[in-house]
């Protein structure tokens, strides 16, 4: 009897759990599917309703998701391959070479990380000014390697740092140079870290906002957070399809992620 | 950690980095402290730059706007991370307690956990402005059916900063909890079989296994969440744009609106923002020494 009453315990709390995340999203989701005059006639239905595509036929109509779409996988590609190349060359030295204030050199890059983004924002916007760059699309790819680096540096270093020494030694022991050893041991081994590195990355920049926006640069986020300035009567079939749109690019990465996560503890 | 070499090779691999790094990062940072002493304002671009010393100081010290901005940059980021951190290992418990044997339940579970803090900002901020709104909103229809008024989520003054607070909470407990739970499974299982023999209880085995085995991750965990929160301007600026009035503004919107938005007082939002910066590092070395002195003790 108790061990009944346990188990549908932790079946309502898994349900509850799920249902915490799921509604959120799914009540959007169906947002999108509606009408405008639905939405407005003030019926309430959360599953029974007439489905209608008007917003989604609207959002791949605007050349604006369009042109944001393809700023966003620009800078965010960029932006995360240059700080993945940079970063995984960093943690790989700071995990495998020793020298004076080593820890002190990775602490440093990592705080980087804790820079509030004003602090960051209000001297670049000086100098883009200076060089004539507001507006132009490579102004973002500095600031986002910086904010992408530090958590690239850390995740890549707690990473290699599980690689076991010994098999870089042996090859070494055969013959081969450092760049051999890196090329054909380090790199192969870190593959699973490096796609979750750039994955987390990836996430992170396709959903920037603020530094976009303040250097003007049309991204997808920037042009779906355009829309919430309606005064009057809110679009919110549209806006919830545009809302939809900018999550599902990411949300694919979740499977992988959720894996990488759970394997094993990251901490500093 | 692994034994280090002294392969020359490897130093240059750091190099770029901590270069980057110090370019596009420190440096920008000094170039805000000498305009933070500076007159600099961008409405008047002819305008000559001249010394004031900490005037600038004096002024957005004294400015109650900047003052309660401050204060709703530290609720936001407190609240957000504490209710991350402690809903996050509820979840985890959950997820070790109940679905550590079910592979198939765990893994659509924890994907599930995960969207949300893969899922940008904008949207979430769609999402819970939706949820939250008074005609349409899915919380004020529930309220209804049971009985209850219309509640005003984003545009009641006492209420807006926590509906953006549990905005946040929502958004980044499940990517806490897949964090912890990494952390319980590499608890040896020995130290809860031994708790299993004495009969221990579930808050025993929190208080004297759990809790002090997770603490590095705890923080370490904190400390991330901690660093997110800090980039705020997206969720509140798209969810109530600062208000009801100025209710939910924080440090970054009005410090960008006082450079930018109105009346171009570059230097006197950069001296708000270097203090905002030493804030902000002082708290880390706090959460920081902690961490470390908890990691000596292990």
């Keep these: 009897m108790r061990k009944k009453f346990s188990s549908l315990l932790v079946l309502l709390l898994g349900v509850g759990l799920f249902l915490f995340v799921f509604l959120p999203i799914f009540y959007i989701a169906t947002m999108s599917i509606k009408s405008q005059s639905y939405v407005v006639s003030g019926e309430f239905s959360l599953i029974f309703f007439k489905p209608s595509f008007t917003a989604w036929i609207n959002t791949f109509n605007n050349p604006r998701i369009w042109t944001g779409l393809s700023l966003s996988v620009r800078t965010a590609t960029i932006s995360t391959i240059i700080a993945v190349i940079l970063g995984t060359m960093a943690a790989y030295g700071f995990s495998r070479y020793k020298f004076r204030g080593d820890d002190d050199f990775l602490f440093f890059i990592l705080t980087q990380r804790m820079l509030p983004p004003i602090a960051i924002f209000l001297p670049y916007t000086l100098v883009w000014q200076y060089l004539d760059m507001i507006g132009k699309w490579y102004n973002l790819l500095i600031p986002y390697v910086l904010i992408s680096l530090p958590i690239t540096t850390w995740l890549m270093h707690a990473y290699i740092n599980n690689i076991p020494i010994e098999l870089e030694e042996s090859a070494r022991v055969e013959g081969c140079s450092q760049l051999e050893v890196i090329w054909r041991i380090v790199l192969p081994n870190s593959l699973p870290g490096l796609l979750m590195t750039s994955m987390f990355n990836f996430a992170l920049l396709w959903n920037e906002y603020m530094f976009a926006l303040f250097f003007r640069n049309r991204t997808l986020p920037v042009e779906v957070g355009a829309g919430i300035r309606y005064v009057e009567l809110t679009p919110w079939p549209t806006l919830s399809a545009q809302g939809v749109f900018l999550m599902v690019l990411p949300a694919t990465f979740a499977f992988y992620l959720q894996k990488r996560i759970r394997e094993q503890p990251i901490t500093f | ?298």
């Excluded at chain 2, 980057?20 to 000094?30: I, T």
């Excluded at chain 2, 985890?92 to 893994?107: D, Q």
């Excluded at chain 2, 901020?125 to 309220?143: C, E, F, K, Q, S």
Aim: glycine share 8%; hydrophobic share 55%; aromatic share 12%.
């Design chain 2, 1 to 298: 950690m692994a034994i280090k070499s002294r392969d020359r090779l490897l130093k240059y691999l750091v190099a770029p980095a901590v270069i980057f790094s110090f370019v596009a990062g420190v440096l920008p940072m000094l170039y805000a402290l000498r305009n933070s002493f500076y007159n600099i304002n961008v409405r008047l671009p002819m305008q000559t730059e001249r010394f004031i010393g900490i005037t600038n100081y004096r002024l957005i010290l004294g400015d109650n706007r900047f003052q309660a901005s401050l204060r709703n940059s530290i609720v936001f980021s407190l609240e957000g991370t504490i209710g991350a951190v402690l809903l996050g290992l509820a979840i985890a418990l959950f997820l070790y307690y109940f679905l550590r044997n079910r592979p198939l339940l765990l893994t659509g579970l924890s994907t599930m956990l995960l969207i949300p803090a893969l899922t940008g900002r904008i949207s979430v901020a769609y999402i819970w402005r939706l949820l939250y709104d008074p005609v349409l909103g899915l919380i004020n229809h529930v309220l209804g059916l049971l009985g209850f008024g219309t509640v005003e989520f984003l545009s009641n003054n006492n209420i807006a900063m926590q509906s953006v607070v549990f905005t946040d909470i929502w958004q980044w407990s499940g990517f806490a909890a897949l964090f912890l739970y990494a952390g319980l499974v590499s608890i040896p299982r020995e130290y809860f079989e031994e708790a299993q023999v004495i009969g221990a209880s579930f808050f025993q085995r929190l208080r004297y296994i759990i809790i002090p085995n997770l603490k590095g991750l705890l923080l370490a965990v904190f400390l991330l969440k901690f660093m997110i929160s800090l980039r705020n301007f997206d969720l509140i600026s798209v969810m109530t744009g600062g208000g009801p009035g100025t209710a939910t503004e924080t440090v970054d919107m009005y410090l960008y609106w006082l450079a930018v938005g109105g009346r171009g007082l570059l230097s006197r939002a950069s001296a708000g923002a270097i203090i905002m910066l030493v804030i902000t590092i002082v708290s880390f070395m706090i959460i920081i020494n902690l961490y470390q002195r908890q990691k000596v003790g292990e």
